[in-house]
């Protein structure tokens, strides 16, 4: 059975730093796309970030382009996003999922089609 636990989360400040990670279990993630969402409160779920397990290719959304960037750790089943110069609009609960890339299947779309963590909040407050 494939599990996946985020870490990392809290409260932060306006321009703080922090690092999720998402622990991969129950399977080899090799050839798991693994994507970063977020969802705010009262808002829809959004992508954050996903990276390919074809050529290792990283997405990011506009709003966190600069500030966000994923990586991904195969042989220790990890999945990391660095978060940098956060601000109060990147608080929300963030979620990871991983699922099976097939050629031609966008990162994004193949992530959310696979299995998903629980997620873990980020707040940032002053």
């Known amino acids: 059975q494939l599990r996946l636990v985020e870490s990392g989360g809290g409260l932060v400040q306006p321009g703080d730093s922090l690092t999720l990670s998402c622990a991969v279990s129950g399977f080899t993630l090799n050839y798991y796309a693994i994507g970063w969402f977020r969802q705010a409160p009262g808002k829809d779920r959004e992508e954050v970030s996903c990276?390919?397990?074809?050529?290792?290719?990283?997405y990011v959304a506009d709003s966190v382009k600069g500030r966000f960037t994923s990586s991904r750790d195969n042989a220790k089943s990890m999945g990391t996003l660095q978060m940098n110069n956060v601000k109060p609009e990147d608080t929300g609960v963030y979620y990871c999922a991983a699922g099976l890339m097939g050629e031609g299947v966008p990162c994004y779309r193949a992530a959310r089609a696979g299995d998903w963590g629980q997620g873990t909040q980020v707040t940032v407050s002053s």
């Open positions: 990276i390919s397990s074809i050529d290792g290719s990283t």
